[in-house]
């Protein structure tokens, strides 16, 4: 049973750091891509950053040199470091992996950044 929990959201205000974290059970968590995803009220979710089983990493242009999305596979846990936050940056962020095309998505983790 995969299993994806995130943790490390709160309410912040604009320019200050968060460290979010997403435990994962119930798969081979070292072969797997890993992504965050956000989604703010009535808004689609999209992709933040993701990174593969290689270590590679990619992140989308609106938070490009501000987040960073790493890997502890010791720990079977995936983080996403995010300075500079911005109050656009608003949503529940979702940790993610996907098996035979099928997404898995954890419960969210809210991130309200206020100015």
């Known amino acids: 049973q995969e299993k994806l929990v995130e943790s490390g959201g709160g309410l912040v205000q604009a320019g200050v750091s968060l460290r979010l974290s997403c435990a994962a059970s119930g798969f081979i968590f070292s072969i797997r891509t890993m992504g965050w995803y956000r989604q703010a009220p009535g808004k689609q979710r999209e992709l933040v950053a993701r990174i593969t089983s290689s270590g590679s990493t990619n992140c989308a242009d609106s938070v490009k040199g501000r987040f960073t999305i790493s890997r502890d596979n010791a720990k079977n846990t995936v983080y996403l470091q995010m300075n500079s936050l911005k109050p656009e940056d608003t949503a529940v962020y979702y940790c993610?992996?996907?098996?035979?095309?099928?997404?898995?998505w954890g419960q969210g983790t809210q991130v309200t950044v206020s100015s």
């Open positions: 993610q992996t996907t098996r035979r095309q099928i997404d898995y």
